[in-house]
Every structure is written in structure tokens, then in C-alpha cells.
């Protein structure tokens, strides 16, 4: 089993609608190197759910792949924000997960609280200039995370 974070903008999808729904497909990553790391994927994987751009960003739950990459139907409409007009139903250029509601954190662990941590030092979320909205996560990193939500509990 692999490990994964996955950003979205809470008001474009948070968690809680995450769970209210069950699952859902991630489509509209338009990044070369995010849409590589899907690619990787497996049934099964863990991902740790993190809003992004909003005060305070940070990790606020978890959910796991229940659907391996698959063509994202969203470039191929030109009526969606999200239309590639370079992508084609014939030669995909962009791809998707279906990803299930695991649990909620009790409280947020902020991308500020990640930084105090020096085992989460090599984090791709805490490296300088990262902008993915997709990275890897290492099993020492999620342990040490799931440490870090019962000191905070």
C-alpha cells in the first residue's frame, strides 16, 4: 500500500462534502508530474485529504483509491472549467481516481503545525516552491502524522 496527499480548495470541494457524498472522482488536475503520481495509484492506497488555499491550510481527513486512473471525461467539455482542448476521448491527455470518504480529524493539523515537526522536514507539502496538488507521502510520514493528531487530540 502506498501513501498520497491530495489538496483541494475547501470550497471547491472539502471534506465534508467528501463524506456527505461517499466517494468521488478527483478530475481536474491539469499538472503533468500530479496526473504521473495518479498514475501510480492502487486500489486501496491511503490519502490524506488537505485544504489548500485558504486560512489555515492543513490536513483535515483521509480517504483511500477505490478506482485506478481512468480517462478525465471534464477535458473533453468545453462547457467545463476544466476543458483541455488538446484532450481527446481518442488520446486522453489528462486522468482521474475515484477516491472514498475514510474519517475526519477531529481538529485540522496546519500546514504551520507540519513545520514544527522535524520528522515531517522532507515532506513534499513542506518543501519550498511545492505547488502539486498531488505528492507522495512516505509510511514514517503518515505514522508520524497520525502521532501528531493525538498530541493535539
Not at 35 to 57: I, K, T, W
Not at 73 to 92: I, L, M, R, Y
Amino acid at each position: 500500500m502506498a501513501y498520497w496527499l491530495m489538496k483541494s480548495e475547501p470550497d471547491a470541494f472539502s471534506i465534508d462534502d467528501l463524506k456527505r457524498d461517499g466517494q468521488t472522482h478527483w478530475d481536474g488536475i491539469r499538472n503533468y508530474q500530479a496526473r504521473n503520481y495518479m498514475r501510480e495509484m492502487q486500489v486501496g492506497d491511503a490519502v490524506l485529504f488537505y485544504h489548500s488555499n485558504c486560512r489555515p491550510p492543513g490536513i483535515v481527513g483521509t480517504m483511500k483509491v477505490i478506482k485506478t486512473v481512468y480517462p478525465d471525461h471534464t477535458a473533453f467539455d468545453p462547457k467545463d472549467p476544466h476543458f483541455d482542448p488538446k484532450s481527446n476521448a481518442n488520446q486522453p491527455r489528462w486522468e482521474m481516481v475515484d477516491l472514498a470518504y475514510v474519517s475526519t480529524f477531529p481538529k485540522m493539523l496546519s500546514l504551520a503545525q507540519l513545520r514544527l515537526e522535524p520528522a515531517l522536514s522532507t515532506m513534499f507539502i513542506l518543501r519550498k516552491g511545492n505547488r502539486l496538488s498531488i505528492t507522495p507521502v512516505t509510511k514514517e510520514e503518515w505514522q508520524v502524522i497520525f502521532r501528531l493528531l493525538e498530541s493535539v487530540g
